[in-house]
């Protein structure tokens, strides 16, 4: 159950108004089969020519070095939150096409989209997800190997989406 939902001016679906990001987290891992949905319903998002230009990269708690090796791709302010969350998850984004490298100029709406489907079913699990642009991305780039697809010849700004059962604020 979810403890804030928004006042709409017009009827809309519970999962929207539902959603809200939190900085306190409960200390209880989330299910693998919640996870497993999560980037179910992510994958099933539409995109420019079926492109799909998302990846997700996940550390859960249960591996510390994971996590550690993720929290540190955050900035310090993030961090400071993040580091109690029970799941981390680095999001991707290819800005050229696969198939003939050319410019995607859909590809981070695509992944906004993918990451909008993953947000609301969490919501509908109970879960909360507290999204973050907050990130160090050319350290992220270094330890996940995330190949560069920038037209300005940087490799493409991450965002990390957090996922974890809702909690007050603190
Ligand atoms: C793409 C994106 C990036 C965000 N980056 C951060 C961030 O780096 N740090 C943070 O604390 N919150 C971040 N947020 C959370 C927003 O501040 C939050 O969604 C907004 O204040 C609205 O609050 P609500 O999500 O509870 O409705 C981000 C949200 C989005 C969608």
């Given at each position: 159950m979810n403890i804030k939902k928004?006042?709409?001016d017009y009827p809309i679906q519970h999962a929207l108004a539902d959603r809200?990001?939190?900085?306190?987290?409960?200390?209880?891992?989330?299910?693998?089969?919640?996870?497993?949905?999560?980037f179910e319903a992510a994958r099933w998002a539409a995109s420019s020519y079926n492109e799909q230009p998302w990846n997700y990269i996940l550390a859960t708690k249960e591996n510390p070095k994971e996590f550690d090796q993720l929290l540190a791709c955050l900035v310090e302010a993030n961090q400071a939150w993040a580091k109690a969350a029970p799941v981390l998850v680095l999001g991707?984004?290819?800005?050229?096409?696969?198939?003939?490298?050319?410019?995607?100029?859909?590809?981070?709406?695509?992944?906004g989209l993918a990451s909008g489907n993953l947000v609301m079913e969490a919501t509908t699990r109970g879960l909360s997800v507290h999204q973050m642009i907050g990130i160090l991305p050319d350290k992220a780039r270094?330890?996940?190997?995330?190949?560069?697809?920038?037209?300005?010849?940087?490799?493409?700004?991450?965002?990390?989406?957090?996922?974890?059962p809702p909690c007050p604020p603190p």
């Open positions: 928004a006042v709409t809200w990001s939190p900085y306190g987290f409960e200390d209880r891992p989330v299910a693998e089969a919640d996870l497993c949905s999560l991707v984004v290819s800005l050229r096409f696969a198939k003939n490298q050319k410019d995607n100029r859909a590809a981070v709406h695509d992944l270094e330890v996940y190997q995330i190949p560069n697809t920038s037209r300005r010849g940087r490799p493409r700004p991450s965002a990390i989406t957090l996922t974890q």
